[in-house]
Nanobody
Framework: VQLQAYGGGLVQAGGSLRLSCAAS????????MGWFRQAPGKEREFVAA????????YYTDSVKGRFTISRDNAKNTVYLQMNSLKPEDTAVYYC?????????????????????WGQGTLVTVSS
């Protein structure tokens, strides 16, 4: 699976962006998808994840109520709608994929559980 993330950019605090991650292949619905981010000088952190069917979604506490992860399996694409952006959301955002489920023990939040990664897209939120 190849992943291509895009949609990043510069936005003012309080604004919105929608990230997209397009995947190659014909079995996209079998993949658990996640978004992670890495701010300058910080470790990569989990942002959101979604099951293959889209029925289950998960978020880190700092983005709950502001970010929404979704997917369109017909388009092989996962999205991250980001609203009410804050300067602390500034980071490179990566999408990741794992074939199978990642429910057990919050595996969806661990980057090491994902097999495939996109190249990242930069989100900069100005104050």
């Amino acid at each position: 699976v190849q992943l291509q993330a895009y949609g990043g950019g510069l936005v003012q605090a309080g604004g919105s962006l929608r990230l997209s991650c397009a995947a190659s292949g014909r079995t996209f619905s079998l993949y658990f998808m996640g978004w992670f981010r890495q701010a300058p000088g910080k470790e990569r952190e989990f942002v959101a994840a979604i099951s293959g069917s889209g029925d289950s979604t998960y978020y880190t506490d700092s983005v709950k109520g502001r970010f929404t992860i979704s997917r369109d399996n017909a388009k092989n694409t996962v999205y991250l709608q980001m609203n009410s952006l804050k300067p602390e959301d500034t980071a490179v955002y990566y999408c990741a994929a794992n074939r199978g489920t990642l429910y057990r023990g919050r595996a969806y939040a661990r980057g090491s559980e994902y097999e495939y990664w996109g190249q990242g897209t930069l989100v900069t939120v100005s104050s």
